[in-house]
């Protein structure tokens, strides 16, 4: 379906083409009432039909050339009413001024909240005075006709302000969503590089390490150190295309990829015990599951190889507990790491409202264990 088709009716945006037509027409329409009135009053045509053309006409390209309007009108709409011809209250010098008021920059000695208080209180008073003298009713339509002049003012600020308030707020939501997405990037990427890497550099200690004696078992950890980078590669490029276009490249991971996971780390010498239970789970949730557990599998290849670990994965009651488990030594037997895999975990954990722990067990080995909710 087309997006246009979902629009409600009498609600299409017009362009600027649109709205300049619209304003000639309200012009054209303007004028011929300011003539039947300059008619129907007995008024010489000779200084009606010009005064009426000078009022109404320039309306039709107010947007094109704001100021020079309104000030055209206005003098029109002022001389009309000092002639004594069929005034028009200032409501086409009010028209005039609405767009000089939306585009103009703001001038700090125009006080527009007290422009807009004080013309709505003489519209009011002005409705409801009751008659007066000749003199007191051609000063009463004068200053009525100034009030309309501030209430358009006022009118025009407004929808300035509120437009760049909406504009602001759009630029503040995109970068917060590009900060965001960035956060998410470089955190997919981290999980991705430490896995794949712990993975390479433990087999190929291992190669190293058998290369003299069993020249057999060091090809087969060269295999696995391919087999890693390639799909690690792939993997890379998955995320870096999404920078670089909207379109599907592929399914994010889940618990569907756990048992590769698996079967990486039994290859770096940890064997994975898989407990999961969990069904029905959004994407998102699965990605960040997945991410968690690869992780906590990461540090166990990195700093307890060889070992055994368990992970149980449970759903039910829309809660989802993630615990990672091994019989290592509990603490870090390899140099260096700065600790971004843990931080990594928990931001997830906290992103969902979540509670996240991590450290070495009272018998020994390491625990890492995560739970949030999630709607299904």
């Given at each position: ?13 017009f ?30 045509a000779?200084?009606?039909v ?31 009413f ?13 028209f ?57 003012w ?5 929808v ?19 900060s ?19 993975l ?12 003299p ?45 756990l ?118």
């Open positions: 379906m087309d997006e246009s088709e979902l629009r409600p009716p009498f609600c299409t945006r362009g600027r083409r649109g709205l300049i037509g619209l304003d000639a027409g309200a012009a054209v329409l303007y004028t011929l009432v300011l003539l039947t009135l300059s008619a129907a009053s007995g008024e010489s000779l200084v009606g010009p005064l009426a053309a000078a009022v109404g006409l320039p309306l039709a390209v107010r947007r094109l050339w704001p100021v020079p309007v309104f000030a055209a009108v206005l003098a029109a709409s002022t001389a009309s000092a002639l004594g011809l069929p005034w028009d209250s200032h409501a086409a010098a009010a005039a001024l609405y767009p000089v008021a939306l585009t103009r920059r703001r001038r700090r000695w125009l006080p527009t909240p007290l422009i807009g208080a004080a013309s709505a209180l003489l519209i009011f008073a002005g409705a409801t005075v009751g008659p007066a003298g000749r003199h007191a009713e051609i000063l009463g339509r004068f200053v009525l006709g100034l009030a309309v002049l501030g209430a358009s006022t009118l025009g600020r407004a300035r302000e509120r437009r760049a308030q909406t504009a602001h707020s759009a630029r503040r939501l995109a970068d917060q969503a590009v965001d997405e960035r956060l998410r990037i470089a955190r997919e990427l981290h999980d991705v590089v430490a896995h794949s890497m712990s390479i550099a433990v087999k190929a200690g291992v190669a190293v390490h058998v290369a004696a069993r020249p057999g078992e060091a090809l087969d950890a060269l295999r696995v150190i391919e087999s890693t980078s390639r799909s690690s590669l792939a993997e890379m490029r998955h995320l870096l295309g999404v920078l670089r276009t909207d379109a599907d490249l592929g399914p994010a991971p889940g618990l569907a990829g048992p590769v996971l698996a079967e990486r780390a039994a290859m770096a010498g940890v064997r994975v015990d898989l407990d999961v239970d969990a069904s029905g789970l959004p994407e998102g949730v699965e990605l960040s599951t997945y991410r968690i557990v690869q992780e906590a599998i990461t540090n166990v290849v990195k700093h307890a190889a060889p070992a055994s670990c368990r992970v149980r994965v449970r759903a039910g009651g829309r809660r989802l507990s993630i615990d990672v488990t091994d019989d290592g030594p509990g603490a870090r037997v390899l140099p260096g790491g700065d600790g971004h895999g843990l931080i990594g975990m928990r931001e997830r954990v906290m992103m969902y409202g979540g509670d996240f722990t991590a450290g070495p067990r009272p018998g020994g080995g390491f625990a890492v264990s995560a739970a949030f909710p999630y709607e299904p």
